[in-house]
């Protein structure tokens, strides 16, 4: 990675840093680079580490008790992946796949433990990153409870990563439609129904496949409120 590009700047548990400690933390990380389909990480393997995106998408994902694949989350641009192994520095319990060709940047566990006591201030929004994903994770577990589809998908869209064009808010569906389905305990045919019907109310305006600009935030967190 060049200085311009450099990894750790792009994550939030990073950004209370300086400039100079940045560059400092920078010097404890392997490069890394996946092609799609690769397996990054999988359960069980002998090492903790913390793998902190650059670029591409990643995707976890847990084997149920009946060998079924259950989706946890997708990886992208600035988000890690394994912080809870690195933390607690049990094996990996998940697998980790490269979804699209991915450049990473990897903190081995000794290396991050020295880190975390250099400086605190990145387990404090380790910890805050954590606490997002959590009542992320609570807020689509109370929609999928709710055996409501239309608050799954909502929740969903909420959750996802995006940016703002004109004022607008804007995501991009990070999976075939077939995965996120399966992710949500719906069909693909469900799911594009409800998308569909969110775009003619006015809350949501598709782009091409996978773009969707959320028109009304308001109407799509009520929806996404299990009743």
């Known amino acids: 990675m060049t200085e311009d590009g450099l990894c750790v700047a792009r994550v939030p548990i990073f950004q209370g840093l300086t400039r100079e400690e940045q560059l400092h933390v920078a010097e404890f ?45 997708t990886v992208t ?8 192994a690195l933390l607690t520095g049990h094996r990996p319990t998940d697998l980790v796949v490269a979804v699209e060709d991915s450049q990473m940047c990897v903190f081995d566990h000794a290396d991050f433990s020295a880190l975390l006591r250099s400086y605190p201030d990145i387990t404090q929004r380790m910890l805050l990153t954590l606490s997002d994903r959590l009542s992320s994770v609570e807020r689509l577990l109370g929609a999928i409870t709710s055996n409501d589809v239309n608050a799954r998908v909502a929740a969903y869209l909420l959750d996802l990563p995006g940016s703002v064009e004109a004022g607008v808010p804007m995501v991009e569906l990070p999976m075939a439609k077939r995965d996120i389905a399966a992710y949500l305990g719906t069909t693909p045919e469900t799911l594009s129904r409800r998308l569909a019907a969110l775009s003619a109310s006015g809350i949501i305006e598709l782009h091409g496949r996978r773009d969707i600009a959320i028109l009304d935030v308001d109407r799509l967190e009520g929806i996404a409120e299990p009743h």
Do not use: C, F, W, Y
């Open 77 to 84: 641009d600035g988000d890690v992946v394994g912080e809870r």
């Open 29 to 73: 990380l392997h490069p890394m680079s996946a092609r799609r389909g690769d397996i990054v990480s999988s359960p069980g393997q002998s090492e903790s580490r913390l793998l902190v995106m650059h670029s591409g998408q990643l995707k976890v994902s847990h084997t149920a008790a009946n060998g079924q694949e259950q989706i946890l989350r």
